[in-house]
């Protein structure tokens, strides 16, 4: 079946240090990859996606590229704020259509001034 | 609506208690989900409906735990005889009926308290 992992958190960056959060994905067919975050106290909003291989989803400085060959989204940001303190989750939609989303356990980002 | 929307926002109950909660998805989207969040863990999944198919109960954590969708639209999550460890943020999301670009748009949540 379908799984994703990520790294665990708690991740604790000062202002302005450089992001990376590991995810890895096992699918059956050619999935759809999300990045999904959780601001405190709001519900979960999709981030960026990538829908085929070499695809790189961007958003809000954050990025993550679509590896087929190591099956990874990992999630990047160059300088990260106070205000990207968040959990975040990677998800994927295998292809076919009418597939659920399988979500990782999230990694909780705290960024200290 | 907007958005996808449930109800009630914060639920205590008694142990023992059955409870419900409810989920309106946007309009017009044909796959739901149910997803449980508990204090310091990750999305758990519960429960998936998608149209017209049998739906994907594979998630749910016992038989005391049920959920329709009717019509197509509203979803009600029931849990009966609650226990102290069903207490979580129980999570309701939805998309659009699309293939292998799906994303899951989903609700505040319901903060269930079990006493």
């Known amino acids: 079946g379908n799984s994703v992992t990520q790294m665990e958190g708690p991740v604790t960056l000062s202002e302005e240090a450089f992001l990376t959060i590991n995810c890895t994905y096992t699918?059956?067919?050619?999935?759809?990859l999300f990045w999904y975050v959780q601001y405190p106290g709001e519900g979960l909003q999709l981030l960026l996606k990538?829908?085929?291989?070499?695809d790189k989803g961007s958003n809000k400085g954050f990025e993550a590229t679509y590896r087929k060959e190591t099956t990874s989204f990992h999630l990047e940001k160059g300088s990260v704020q106070v205000s990207d303190s968040a959990v975040y989750f990677c998800?994927?939609?295998?292809?076919?259509?009418?597939?659920?989303?399988?979500f990782g356990i999230g990694t909780k980002l705290q960024v200290i001034p | 609506g907007a958005g996808v929307s449930q109800s009630p926002s914060n639920k205590v109950t008694e142990k023992g208690k059955d409870v419900e909660l409810r989920c309106d998805p946007i309009?017009?989207?044909?796959?739901l989900y149910w997803y449980r969040q508990s204090l310091g863990q990750g999305l758990e999944f519960l429960i998936y409906?998608?149209?017209?198919?049998?739906?994907?109960k594979s998630g749910l954590p016992s038989d005391r735990f049920s959920a329709e969708r009717t019509g197509g639209s509203v979803s009600t999550l029931t849990i009966q005889r609650t226990q102290q460890e069903d207490s979580a943020v129980y999570l309701c999301?939805?998309?659009?009926?699309?293939?292998?670009?799906?994303?899951?748009?989903f609700g505040q949540g319901t903060r269930l308290t079990v006493v």
């Open positions: 999301a939805s998309s659009p009926e699309t293939g292998g670009d799906t994303e899951a748009f």
């Open positions: 699918a059956t067919g050619y999935p759809s």
């Open positions: 990538a829908t085929k291989a070499d």
């Open positions: 998800a994927l939609v295998d292809s076919g259509g009418y597939q659920k989303v399988t």
């Open positions: 309009s017009g989207h044909t796959a």
């Open positions: 409906f998608q149209g017209n198919s049998a739906p994907d």
